[in-house]
Structure formats: C-alpha cells, structure tokens
Nanobody, 113 residues
C-alpha cells in the first residue's frame, strides 16, 4: 500500500524557515521521482520542487534560491527546506510520487507578515 506522510508545517513569520518532511512507504522510493506541490484555496495545485532518483532538481521560479528539495534513499524520505518565507508561500504543501501518481494528505504552511 502506497503511503506518503508529510510533516513539518506550521505558522511562521515572514523571513523565517520551515523544513517539511515526507515519509514514503509502499513504493520503490530510490527509483522514484518525488516532488512537492502546494495549493491555496481556489487555486490549482502548483509544482514547487521536484527531485529525480539521481538527485537532479528543479524549482518553481517563485521559490528558487529560497527552497531546497532533498532526499534520503536509505530512510525513504524527501525534504523541503524553506528559507526566507514570504506570506505568498502560505498554502497546503503536498508530497507527490510521480511514477505512482500518489499524493500525501498535505501539511499547512502559514506565513504571517
């Protein structure tokens, strides 16, 4: 059974940092491209960052230089380090496994101004 469980969301002031974690199970994690997406009410879910099995990464323009995606293939974990957070980053953040087309339940990130 595929399972993606996010954690690490919360409330932070603008300029602060958060680190999101996603624990994966039931998938061949080491060969899976993983991603973080986010969604605000009334908006489409958007890609924030993705990382391939080889560690190649790409980011949305709005987060480049502030966010870093990483993975630990031994622990089946993917992370999103978010620095210099802005109120516009407020959203529910979802972990996503591309080859399995599977989403986690999401974790709320709220950035106050």
């Amino acid at each position: 059974q595929v399972k993606l469980v996010e954690s690490g969301g919360g409330l932070v002031q603008a300029g602060g940092s958060l680190r999101l974690s996603c624990a994966a199970s039931g998938i061949r994690f080491s060969v899976s491209t993983m991603a973080w997406h986010r969604q605000t009410p009334g908006q489409q879910r958007e890609l924030v960052a993705r990382i391939t099995r080889l560690g190649n990464t790409n980011y949305a323009d709005s987060v480049k230089g502030r966010f870093t995606i990483s993975r630990d293939n031994f622990k089946n974990m993917v992370y999103l380090q978010m620095n210099n957070l802005e109120p516009e980053d407020t959203a529910v953040y979802y972990c996503y496994s591309e080859p399995y087309d599977y989403w986690g339940q999401g974790t709320q990130v709220t950035v106050s101004s």
